[in-house]
């Protein structure tokens, strides 16, 4: 699988490689295969222009997820706000990056076709459940000092 990491705000300083590592166990879990994944953190400006264009909401979001055909070999693409995502998390006592992560996972989960809005409870419980699981793994098992 390859990952495509890349960074287009200036809001904040982002630890890329550290993201990457604590994703690196999440990708592996998730049996994602040889599909292509690309990524791409922006700041509420960026985040908020995309919201309007494919979901007319005027307002920043943490996180977007657009699939592709997997049949070309790319899982799809996603965006996240590294604004929104720090407000949120901040509180929780998590890093950037560790927020970024989270709301990566929930991306990804997307992509593989989880979803929480507009399904029962039952249905929305059962990504909820594999994000935090998901998230606990890429926390513990990240090596977070670059070794390996």
Sequence with gaps: MALYLSCRQAVAEVDLELV???LAPVLLALEIGDDDLEIEILDDA???QLNEKFFSRSWPTNVISFPQDRTEGHLGDIVVSVETISRETAAL???LE???VYYLIHGILHLLGYEHVGVGEEVARVMDQRQDELFDLALGQADLNGAG
Aim: no cysteine; glycine share 16%.
């Design 20 to 22: 990457r590592r604590f």
């Design 46 to 48: 960026l985040i908020t």
């Design 93 to 95: 006592g998590y890093s």
């Design 98 to 100: 560790e927020g970024l």
